[in-house]
């Protein structure tokens, strides 16, 4: 099992591979006075595929469900995010005012993307034109949470792999029936279990926690000291944000 990471989100998932260029590059470009007054942009937190399951004054995390053959309305992104991409599908994706961009193929999953070299705001949709649905865990950066926290040292299961000013990334790989060394987050942030499976977070009492399987979550309050423990029989891959 590996930790793939796509940092660039504007080809979300991987580097971009074009299919039926001509039918999707060409479509319409469509500009926010052509909008009718329903379909005006929203936050994203408020587009209805972008289901707000938790806030605080640090992150606000969205579950993000696009069902099969469906398209979202277009939608706001204003604030930096990490996203992990738990079920992938033929997408395409469509800025308002440009046209909509190439179908991209799916990617590996677990991966995790990210809009940090985006200008924000931007305003775009998202299509998938697969017979399968997309499911993304998104986090977005609200405000630094003041804590320099140091950087946590990498073993077998631990690596980093995403180091930005909002946050660090780390992918950890469990491997069946086993935990890893007890640990402490000096940052808040989320710990999120990425592949089926179940994840036991032990020593510690979570501030707040969703999801079940693959986008299971939790939010961990600075000081958070646990292990995590796998106690199924395939790895689980867990990315843990600790937010600066």
């Not at 950890?172 to 994840?199: C, K, N, Q």
Request: aromatic residues 6%; proline residues 8%; contains cysteine.
């Amino acid at each position: 099992m590996r930790c793939h990471n796509f940092p660039n989100h504007q080809t979300r998932l991987l580097a971009s591979i074009l299919l039926f260029a001509p039918l999707v590059g060409s479509g319409p470009t469509l500009h926010a006075q052509s909008l009718t007054a329903e379909q005006q942009p929203k936050p994203v937190y408020q587009e209805p595929r972008h289901h707000l399951v938790f806030q605080n004054s640090v992150v606000r995390v969205l579950d993000v469900q696009i069902p099969a053959r469906d398209t979202t309305a277009f939608h706001v992104h204003a604030n930096p995010l990490v996203g992990v991409a738990l079920e992938v599908a033929l997408s395409w994706a469509q800025v308002l005012g440009s046209p909509p961009d190439s179908i991209e193929a799916a990617g590996p999953v677990p991966s995790l993307f990210d809009n940090w070299n985006r200008m924000l705001p931007y305003t775009h949709r998202v299509a998938n034109v697969d017979s399968i649905p997309i499911h993304y865990f998104v986090a977005e950066w609200l405000a630094s949470p003041g804590i320099q926290a140091e950087l946590l040292p990498e073993d077998g299961m631990r690596h980093l792999v995403k180091e930005g000013r909002i946050a660090r990334v780390y992918c950890v790989i469990i491997p069946a029936h086993t935990a890893t060394t007890i640990h402490e987050h000096s940052a808040p942030g989320l710990t999120v279990l990425a592949s089926a499976g179940v994840l036991v977070d032990e020593d510690a009492q979570s501030a707040a926690v969703g999801g079940r399987g693959a986008g299971q979550w939790s939010w961990r309050t600075s000081g958070h000291r646990h292990v995590l423990r796998n106690p199924g029989d395939r790895p689980l891959t867990v990315f843990e944000i600790d937010w600066r």
